[in-house]
């Protein structure tokens, strides 16, 4: 089957903001121009098409990130929804993985907010190419050239802007493209046809300094457009543009735009701009991978129908319609029905299901998903946010999407036992979406605890619980999740786990030992046994063992993590070795391991950033420092503000808001975000451990 769409004419593409820019409702103009939606719908109203779940048209948060497909002037954009709300960073993470370029919308009258800097950096660190928005350009206060100016000093960004807005505030009616020199109105209610039109006269001077301005600039990307630029030849429109579209793919530029998603302007030269700036899967470096058996050897993708499959599972949902969707980005290869693949993360094979493609207003059957393009598989029943799916004859195994470790737990309880058996299947399925949010039962307690990256976060996953599945319950008080590790290696445990009751007996025996690793890595396994001194079919139950064992430390039950626990021998026994006595035998051992490894507690530190006005500067300094903070950096603001940088303990965050509100007259704001966790401080343990 031939593609629909030739590679270079593929975009996929986010749409970063945080959250009130304007992100959904610039989407949902999006897919009403490119013609998929039938209706216009309205956030404030509920009834956009990529918020579909309750609870998100209640609060109009979008927290799920969907995938969509839109078509534009021949080219098909795959628009990947990310969420803007910093308790959802793990999605930004994992949408940011799998897209190639991102529209970054701003509030114009706000400019850059400290959450905007977060999602920014993340970009920048997943090296993700963006063009630029700003939004609302209608509102009282709104400001194309400030918001420009916060992009460059906040960011630490290279914005170039690309229009200017023709009139402003209610009489905002358009914008003028710099580059061509046309001035463009929206005249009808939806903004359906924009009208092109020459440049009013009294902004032919403005626009004529700005365009000399941008045009310097951009001649400055490409050595023989700055030779021209020197000898006062003519730029075409059609060389800066592709002298733009290099920086902007590079990272060295990005564009900006300005409109009104509401009113329903600016919308479709953004979308020529995501076409003439963003890259295509072809402009991106080829995807690299590992050969599954030896980490060491490094496999290189190229984005072609031709090389052998390989694809990055980057999201699962519960779809309430269809069942268990996992979505997909393909590197490589094809995707096609019914095949047989290798799911390289878990060394298993399944079958591809039925494949389907996302639109605004419907799904659509195909038979198979091409390089560089998102689809979404049904019926894959073993498989992972994060997998990578392959060609069984050629293995690679794709980097795994990291998560943060969840930092924040509550206890829930059924009301009823009715409730009980909900609860579980409940949390399971919402567990298996989210990979951020974690279920554990607390024997000591016999209390359910779910964790997960905020008191939003749980929030929201609490109330899809007793809304979607019904389960009535009673839910604790935030907690932090504190965690256990080793601080020393342990060499050798060497564990003999054998039970003799008449009949068949017991037998499992293995040799471990535990090293501690860096913050972050969870708990690696790794197998070096040889000759088979313990049979290969073992060995997955061992490694379940340890991992089982983990979920609960020695010192307070709290779950270990940073353990690098490698298998180095054992034996077995013909008749009475078995999965459950090797994984009985392994859990032991690193009990014991952890025992030996003299065991700490560590804490969740978060990074955060306080704006808060020059004369209330050093009260909360104070309050900060009594909260056990390290600041990290101070920065003036405008309007007489200051930026405090720290990392403090999630522990001593409880009830901030209200003391920065009350020390500030409600001026002072704060973000927070988690950063990595530190052993906990003798006398705080000490507290903690009782
Ligand atoms: N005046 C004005 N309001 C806008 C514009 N675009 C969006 N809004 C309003 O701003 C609010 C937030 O818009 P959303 O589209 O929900 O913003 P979001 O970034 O998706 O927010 P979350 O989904 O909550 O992350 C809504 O009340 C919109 O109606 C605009 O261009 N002008």
Same mark, same amino acid.
């Given at each position: ?21 304007? +992100? ?25 098409v990529?918020?579909?779940? /309750? ?5 109009? =948060? ?30 930004v ?45 209608? &509102?009282?206060?709104?400001?194309f ?30 914008? #003028?493209?710099?580059l061509?020199?046309?001035? =463009? ?26 365009r ?6 951009i ?65 991106i ?14 496999? /290189? ?14 999201? #699962? ?29 878990r ?10 493609r996302?639109?605004?207003?419907r ?14 598989v049904? $019926? ?11 060609? =069984? ?71 899809r ?10 839910? $604790? ?5 504190? &965690? ?33 690793? /860096?913050?972050?890595?969870?708990? +690696? ?8 001194v ?57 009990? /014991? ?56 303990p999630?522990?001593?965050?409880? $009830?901030?808001?209200?003391?920065? &509100? ?7 704001i ?21």
């Amino acid at each position: 089957m031939p593609r629909n769409f030739p590679l270079e004419k593929c975009r996929n593409i986010g749409i970063i903001a945080h959250i009130d820019a304007g +992100k959904t409702t610039t989407t949902e103009r999006i897919l009403f121009y490119t013609g998929r939606t039938y209706r216009l719908g309205s956030v404030d109203e509920g009834t956009t098409v990529t918020d579909w779940m /309750e609870q998100e048209r209640e609060r109009g =948060i979008t927290i799920v990130s969907a995938a969509v497909t839109a078509e534009w002037k021949g080219y098909q954009i795959n628009l990947i929804d990310t969420p803007g709300h910093i308790d959802f960073t793990a999605e930004v993470q994992r949408s940011l993985r799998v897209l190639d370029g991102g529209i970054v919308v701003f509030d114009a009258v706000q400019g850059v907010e400290p959450q905007s800097e977060t999602v920014w950096r993340q970009a920048d660190r997943y090296n993700v190419p963006r063009i630029c928005f700003a939004n609302k350009m209608d &509102r009282v206060g709104a400001s194309f050239e400030r918001t420009i100016e916060s992009i460059r000093q906040r960011l630490g960004a290279n914005p170039i802007p690309m229009q200017l807005p023709i009139g402003s505030e209610a009489s905002f009616r358009g914008v #003028i493209d710099l580059l061509t020199m046309q001035a =463009i109105y929206w005249e009808d209610e939806l903004g359906r046809e924009p009208v092109y039109a020459p440049i009013p006269d009294d902004m032919r001077a403005q626009a004529e300094e700005w365009r000399a301005a941008i045009v310097e600039r951009i001649a400055e990307f490409e050595d023989e457009l700055i030779i021209k630029y020197l000898d006062g030849e003519e730029i075409s429109v059609e060389e800066l543009k592709s002298a733009l579209r290099k920086a902007v793919i590079a990272n060295k530029a990005t564009p900006v735009f300005c409109g009104s998603a509401l009113r329903n302007r600016g919308i479709q030269p953004l979308l020529d701009a995501v076409i003439d700036y963003l890259p295509s899967p072809v402009d991106i470096p080829p995807v690299k991978g590992t050969d599954p058996d030896n980490p060491d050897v490094i496999i /290189e993708r190229r984005p072609s129908d031709d090389e052998p499959m390989c694809a990055l599972v980057f999201k #699962i949902v519960a779809d309430p319609y269809v069942g268990r969707l996992a979505y997909f980005r393909v590197y490589s290869g094809k995707v096609t029905q019914g095949e047989m693949v290798l799911n390289s993360s878990r060394r298993r094979k399944e079958r591809i299901g039925r494949i389907v493609r996302m639109y605004a207003d419907r799904r659509e059957d195909v038979s198979e998903i091409c390089a560089g393009d998102i689809g979404a598989v049904l $019926g894959l029943k073993e498989t992972f946010t994060g997998d990578t799916l392959c060609d =069984i004859r050629h293995p690679i195994l794709l980097e795994s999407i990291t998560f943060p470790e969840p930092v924040i737990s509550v206890a829930v309880e059924p009301k009823t036992t009715a409730d009980q058996d909900r609860m579980a299947e409940a949390l399971r399925r919402l567990a298996e979406e989210d990979p951020t949010f974690k279920v554990r039962f607390d024997e000591n307690t016999g209390q359910t605890i779910i964790s997960g990256m905020g008191e939003l976060h749980l929030d929201i996953i609490v109330d899809r619980m007793m809304r979607e599945f019904r389960v009535q319950a009673n839910v $604790g008080r935030p907690r932090v999740s504190y &965690r256990e590790t080793i601080s020393r290696p342990v060499p050798e445990v060497n564990y003999r786990y054998v039970k003799q009751t008449g009949g068949r007996g017991q037998y499992g025996h293995v040799i471990i030992s535990l090293e501690p690793l /860096e913050r972050g890595n969870g708990i +690696k396994f790794i197998d070096k046994t040889v000759g088979g001194v313990i049979p290969k079919e073992y060995i997955p139950a061992i490694e379940k063992g340890i991992l089982e064992a983990a979920e609960a430390g020695v010192l307070a039950g709290y779950p270990v993590t940073d353990v690098q626990v490698t298998l180095l021998g054992g034996s077995y026994h013909e008749v009475d070795s078995s999965d459950m006595a090797f994984k009985v035998a392994a859990s032991f051992a690193f009990k /014991e391991g952890v025992q030996r490894g003299a065991p700490v507690l560590l804490e969740p530190i978060m990074k955060v950033e306080v704006l808060v006005p020059e004369v209330n500067l050093g009260d909360v300094l104070g309050q900060l420092n009594a909260r056990r903070a390290e600041i990290q950096g101070m920065e003036p603001r405008p309007g007489g503000m200051q930026a405090v940088r720290a990392l403090v303990p999630l522990a001593e965050m409880f $009830g901030y808001a209200t003391e920065l &509100r009350s020390a500030t007259q409600g001026r002072g704001i704060y973000t927070m975000e988690f950063d990595h966790y530190a052993p906990v401080p003798e006398s705080v343990r000490v507290k903690i451990l009782g």
